[in-house]
């Protein structure tokens, strides 16, 4: 039995839940205060084969020795799981041959692969290095689920691991491939079981779980294990630091991954071009424009020449504060020095010429796009149709649209959002209607900046029986809406005598759990009780 409370923070892993949790003391407690002292590791034997058995095996292990499959064949049906464990004993020198004898088995008699059998080929793999053979075996396995399958092979691997004069290879093969698979808790399970027996897993293993967490956005378990890695001083290499800078970023604590980038050398790690590109990021990510463009300054100093991820990086940082002129002199800087841009660094911009309404800026980079041989998306075509429809320019964003088809591309839900925007913007609320049935109709989701312009829209033109059908859609798919935006709603209806319809939306909302904060319904039924004629929500 493992002495440490592992299972306390596997369930922490399993949880889906959204809300901030402590993960420092849960993975903390596994060790704090505790003096490591490994369980000794058993040793078992097995029962030597006799009579027939024995006979058998001989038989079948001159066949495999010279590799005669046919005669192999003949014997199959006189297979067992006792004899085919001791075949791969005796075969486990060769792991070419333990191998392809593994899997002939399971060609002939899958139900033989015990765990007994699968721990045997797993020594023989790992501790000839063959890692990816042995996770092919052990993925498929894992895959069914099984509540007690892992915990059952880890102590079948143990007590087999002597028999085989097996490495510590084995057991961080089983924990990479839980990581693989996003199965945290049973890497978690194995990671704890390992520290029991002696065993740490390797820096590459650490990172695909490291990997893993961060693929999932679990930055705050990521940032414990790392912790647990420090602990047990297994030395990070650059990719671990890169990856725990990335989960600082996202938790927005800059200094503290600004922190692990100034340690780096004192680490023993040079920092990469993705070590300055994901503080950059960071920065970036924060409007810490200066910032990040003395990252790059540094990055020259340093010998680190900036790739097209770094002028990316930056040039989408400063489209996003509205700087386009700064963001297209890094475009040019880019290509004196160059760096070709790519399809990516062309959306940035389009997307943000699109933002402030300039389809004519959109246009020249698409078509610079087009001779440079930049291959376009949905993406740079969503760019350009918002900049049209930004302009009102509708009929052109149209046809922009019929080109999709000639692309192989296909519309998006941005591709709708912008076409609304541009019936909108041409106060065409029912032609902007329109384009939302047919969005929904082709299973695309609004999102809420979509409902907030089409109310707004139908507001506008006093139409607000048609800004409650949009209120409604948005209630129909639990999309909170914006406060502002249902004020005026709210006092366009109650002028028009439609008191009891507020009241009924209000229920609705609250009902649904629909309600924005800041929201006052105590404000709402006073004014439609006592003065009908007020216009309780303007300040």
Request: net charge positive; aromatic share 10%.
């Amino acid at each position: 039995m493992s002495k440490f409370p592992f299972r306390r923070f596997s369930t922490f892993l399993n949880s889906t839940e959204k809300e901030s949790i402590s993960v420092e003391p849960i993975i903390s407690g596994i060790l704090r205060g505790r003096n490591w002292n490994p369980i000794p590791l058993p040793h078992r034997t097995i029962p030597e084969p006799q009579g027939q058995d024995l006979d058998f095996v001989n038989v079948a292990h001159s066949h495999l020795i010279h590799s005669d499959w046919t005669k192999l064949d003949s014997l199959s049906n006189g297979l067992t799981a006792f004899r085919v464990k001791h075949l791969l004993l005796k075969i486990q020198k060769d792991h070419v041959l333990s191998l392809e004898f593994f899997n002939w088995v399971g060609s002939q008699k899958p139900s033989l692969h015990t765990l007994e059998t699968i721990s045997i080929i797993l020594h023989i793999l790992t501790r000839n290095r063959k890692f990816k053979s042995a996770e092919a075996i052990l993925r498929p396995i894992l895959a069914s689920n099984s509540i007690d399958l892992p915990s059952k092979l880890f102590e079948s691997i143990v007590y087999s691991y002597r028999l085989c004069n097996s490495s510590a290879h084995v057991f961080d093969s089983l924990f990479k491939t839980f990581a693989h698979m996003r199965k945290f808790r049973n890497a978690t399970d194995t990671f704890c079981r390992m520290k029991d027996y002696g065993f740490l897993p390797t820096v590459v293993s650490c990172n695909a779980y490291l990997s893993s967490l961060l693929g999932l956005d679990r930055v705050d378990i990521a940032l414990a294990f790392y912790r647990e890695m420090r602990r047990y001083r297994i030395s990070p290499n650059v990719f671990t630091l890169n990856m725990v800078m990335c989960a600082y970023c996202r938790m927005g604590k800059l200094d503290k991954a600004a922190e692990v980038f100034g340690e780096m050398e004192n680490m023993g790690c040079s920092p990469t071009i993705a070590s300055y590109n994901t503080l950059m990021s960071g920065y970036c990510s924060k409007g810490l424009l200066s910032m990040a463009t003395n990252l790059k300054t540094l990055m020259g100093k340093n010998g680190v020449h900036p790739n097209v991820i770094t002028y990316n990086t930056l040039i989408n940082g400063f489209c996003k504060e509205g700087k386009l002129h700064e963001a297209n002199r890094l475009f040019s800087e880019m290509k004196a020095i160059k760096v070709d841009p790519n399809t990516v660094t062309y959306n940035i911009l389009i997307n943000g010429y699109g933002q402030e309404g300039n389809c004519e800026m959109g246009s020249r980079l698409h078509e610079e796009m087009s001779r440079n041989r930049v291959k376009a998306d949905i993406l740079t075509y969503n760019g350009l149709i918002l900049g049209l429809c930004k302009e009102g320019k509708t009929k052109k964003a149209a046809y922009l649209v019929k080109d999709l088809d000639k692309e192989n591309l296909v519309p998006n839900a941005s591709t709708f959002s912008a076409l609304i925007r541009g019936q909108c913007v041409r106060n065409n609320s029912d032609r902007a209607f329109q384009i939302y049935k047919s969005m929904v109709r082709g299973g695309f989701h609004p999102n809420a900046h979509t409902f907030e312009m089409l109310i707004s829209s139908f507001c506008k033109h006093e139409d607000f029986d048609g800004a409650v059908l949009i209120l409604k859609e948005m209630f129909k798919r639990s999309v909170i809406p914006d406060l502002v935006i249902l004020h005026k709603l709210y006092e366009g209806l109650c002028q028009g005598g439609k008191q009891k319809l507020v009241l009924l939306l209000c229920s609705e909302m609250e009902a649904r759990g629909l309600t924005p904060q800041g929201f006052d319904k105590d404000k709402i039924i006073y004014a439609l009780g006592l003065n009908k004629e007020s216009q309780p929500f303007r300040d």
